[in-house]
């Protein structure tokens, strides 16, 4: 099925330790993005790539790093982790043109971090 | 910082009723977009609404933006329990480079009783 596939699903860390979170696209999007999901926060975003060798930060960066290996895969690390680091992942896709988006994000299935 | 804040935060309805949720933002937007997002699950994009548009509807969806209130509502007609989920609004901003990227909202937990 065409989207967005993350891995792994869950994953619990010790404090310090450190890990990269997977991310791939299939719909041939030039733009992605990982999002962190707290229980009454909503979705801030972390980091985005608008396209194939570009990154960006976003509203929430620190302790994270990003690598848009290519087109369709974006990986995030986490290079020590910290307890404030617990929480929901998710990464996105979408498509713009000209500075127009064209349809919305298409999001994965998260990832479930908990840094004990 | 949030964009969009989502009113109200929680929803309670019966099945069949309409469910109208209302989201309020601060800054010009080029669009502003709704997901879903069912418990335990990723967000599923339901509509998005551009800045020179004024409504849109998707089958039981429809859509309302007034960028003057900096406002937009989602009405849900003849809900289903199927509809429980958490619903979020989500803004692009106009301007700058921002492209495709979105400011989510807190969202509104609705609960449709069967």
């Known amino acids: 099925n065409a989207g967005v596939t993350q891995t792994p699903k869950f994953q619990v860390l010790k404090t310090g330790q450190s890990m990269t979170l997977q991310c791939a696209q299939d719909?041939?999007?030039?733009?992605m993005y990982w999002y962190r999901q707290d229980p009454g926060m909503g979705l801030r975003l972390i980091y985005y790539?608008?396209?194939?060798?570009?990154?960006d930060k976003g509203e929430v960066p620190n302790g994270y790093n990003v690598s848009r290996l290519n087109k369709r895969e974006f990986s995030l690390r986490l290079e020590s982790a910290a307890p404030s680091q617990t929480s929901v992942y998710f990464c996105a896709s979408s498509e713009e043109v000209s500075g127009w988006v064209v349809g919305g994000y298409t999001f994965g299935s998260g990832t479930r971090l908990t840094v004990v | 910082s949030q964009q969009g804040e989502e009113d109200p935060q929680a929803l309670s309805i019966q099945e069949g009723e309409n469910a109208t949720m209302n989201c309020s933002y601060k800054t010009s937007i080029n669009n502003l977009q709704w997901y879903r997002q069912n418990s335990g699950r990723g967000l599923v994009h339901l509509i998005l609404i551009r800045s020179n548009e004024r409504e849109k509807h998707s089958g039981r969806l429809r859509v309302t933006l007034d960028t003057s209130k900096k406002s937009s509502s989602l009405l849900i007609t003849a809900s289903r329990a199927a509809d429980t989920a958490s619903y979020f609004c989500a803004t692009g901003n106009a301007g700058g480079t921002s492209y495709g990227k979105l400011t989510f909202g807190q969202g509104t937990i609705l609960t449709v009783h069967p």
């Open positions: 790539s608008a396209s194939e060798g570009t990154t």
């Open positions: 719909m041939n999007h030039n733009s």
